[in-house]
Structure formats: C-alpha cells, structure tokens
C-alpha cells in the first residue's frame, strides 16, 4: 500500500504550527537566558558595593575565584574586573531583550490570536503594542 499524500493546506498548517512553536520556545529560551544574566549582573553588583563599602576584606589583596582557580588579586584590578563584566553584562542583556522583542513580533505576525499564546508571551506583545502607538 502506497502511503497517502498529505493535503496541501494540511501541509502548510503544520508548517505554520511548527514554525510557531519554534518562534515560541526560542522565546522562552530567550528569558531564561534574560533571567540568568541578570542575576549574574545583580550578583556583581552586590560584590562591587561590598568592595566599595569595604565590608570585604581589608588588605589591599582579595581572594577571587576564577572557575576553579583561586587568584589572589588587588582591589583596584577586582572592581575593574567586575566592572567591565557588568558592561558585558549589560551588552549581552540589551541583545537578549532585543532578540526576544524580534522574535515576539515574529511571533505575532504568524499567529495574531493571542489568545492561544503563553501568557508571557502575550504580556510582551501588548507592552509592544503600546509602544508603538
């Protein structure tokens, strides 16, 4: 027995609902990575206003752990690191949001009842929208 074609517009059904639910998962990715980098951004701060208060050790040289190293570094050069991470951090934060606002869209155009849509997704939409009005 011959297996049966699809039907044309079957096919682009289910083309459409698996682009859909592609767009949907790279955006829930999208906010777990958003999430992990700003806790990691929110650690660095609490350790730079620690430094700066100097409730972290009072010598010049501070114990830093690097992986699974442990350097022994001085302030000066630890809160420029730190510093520089939270740049980076800041960078790759507004690209993540930058990316899950594109895909967002994309989102919607494929599937513009938001009422089938995760509710996250749905929020960011309508902050979107009001934006652009």
């Known amino acids: 027995m011959a297996a049966k074609e699809m039907d044309p517009d079957m096919k682009t059904l289910l083309a459409n609902l698996i682009q859909i639910e592609t767009l949907a998962e790279e955006?829930?990715?999208?906010?777990?990575q958003n999430i992990e980098l700003n806790r990691k951004k929110e650690h660095n701060r609490e350790g730079l206003g620690a430094l700066r208060r100097g409730e972290?050790?009072?010598?010049?040289?501070l114990n830093f752990t690097f992986g699974n190293l442990i350097l022994k570094l001085p302030r000066k050069n630890m809160v420029s690191m730190i510093e520089k991470e939270q740049a980076h951090l800041e960078n790759e934060i507004a690209k993540v949001r930058s990316d899950i606002k594109k895909k967002t869209s994309e989102l919607y155009k494929?599937?513009?009842?938001?009422?089938?849509?995760d509710p996250y997704v749905v929020k960011l939409l309508l902050q979107q929208d009001t934006i652009y009005q």
């Not at 955006?27 to 777990?32: D, K, N, P, Y």
């Not at 494929?110 to 849509?117: A, E, F, H, V, Y």
């Open 110 to 117: 494929l599937q513009p009842n938001i009422t089938d849509m």
């Open 56 to 61: 972290v050790q009072t010598n010049n040289k």
């Open 27 to 32: 955006v829930l990715t999208l906010r777990q």
